[in-house]
């Protein structure tokens, strides 16, 4: 049974960086994709970036040129590495793979 651990989330002020990780324990070979979505209050869960198992990357038009996804196959973990965070990126971000959800953690820029 996979289960994805996100961490890395926590309250920032606008311009400053985080680095969210995503691990998929008890996985079973590479995820063809994993991505990270967010769902901000009062508005529906959307794609944020996403990569395939052999590097090819999509972003989140709002994203592109700020944020950045990477992954590492062989420890089956996915990064989301956001700078220049905005009050809009605030959001609970979520990591997907192998068909699961993880359990979100939550990101606030603010100042």
């Known amino acids: 049974q996979v289960q994805l651990v996100e961490s890395g989330g926590g309250l920032v002020h606008p311009g400053e960086s985080l680095r969210l990780s995503c691990v998929a324990a008890g996985s079973i070979g590479t995820a063809d994709a994993m991505g990270w979505y967010r769902q901000a209050p009062g508005k529906q869960r959307e794609l944020v970036a996403r990569?395939?198992?052999?590097?090819?990357?999509n972003y989140a038009d709002s994203v592109k040129g700020r944020f950045t996804i990477s992954r590492h196959n062989t420890k089956n973990m996915v990064y989301l590495q956001m700078n220049s965070l905005k009050p809009e990126d605030t959001a609970v971000y979520y990591c997907?793979?192998?068909?699961?959800w993880g359990q979100g953690t939550q990101v606030t820029v603010s100042s």
């Open positions: 997907y793979a192998y068909s699961k």
């Open positions: 990569i395939t198992s052999d590097g090819t990357t």
